[in-house]
Nanobody, 118 residues
């Protein structure tokens, strides 16, 4: 069984920063790409950023230049550094991983709340 556990969310003022972490644990054989998604109240879950096993990254337009995704493969952990936060970034942020355990599958974390407000 694989578990993804997010942490690092909280309340921050506009213009502030937060760093989210997502740690994968369990019977992990390999991790392919990992991603961060978010879901705001009343809206569908949307992709924020992805990172491959080789470290290639992709971002959606509304976070480019503000968010940075990274990973520590030795720790099976992915991070999301969020800078210049805006009220519209308020959402529950979810980690997703494509993991072999022992078969390949997509796994989700439970989410961490990020609230940007003055």
């Amino acid at each position: 069984q694989v578990q993804l556990v997010e942490s690092g969310g909280g309340l921050v003022e506009p213009g502030g920063s937060l760093r989210l972490s997502c740690a994968a644990s369990g019977s992990i054989g390999a991790i392919d790409f990992m991603a961060w998604y978010r879901q705001a109240p009343g809206k569908q879950r949307e992709l924020v950023a992805t990172i491959t096993s080789s470290g290639s990254t992709n971002y959606v337009d509304f976070v480019k230049g503000r968010f940075t995704i990274s990973r520590d493969s030795a720790k099976n952990t992915v991070y999301l550094q969020m800078n210049s936060l805006k009220p519209e970034d308020t959402a529950v942020y979810y980690c997703n991983g494509h993991i072999r355990a022992p078969r390949w599958g997509h796994y989700w974390g439970q989410g961490t709340q990020v609230t940007v407000s003055s």
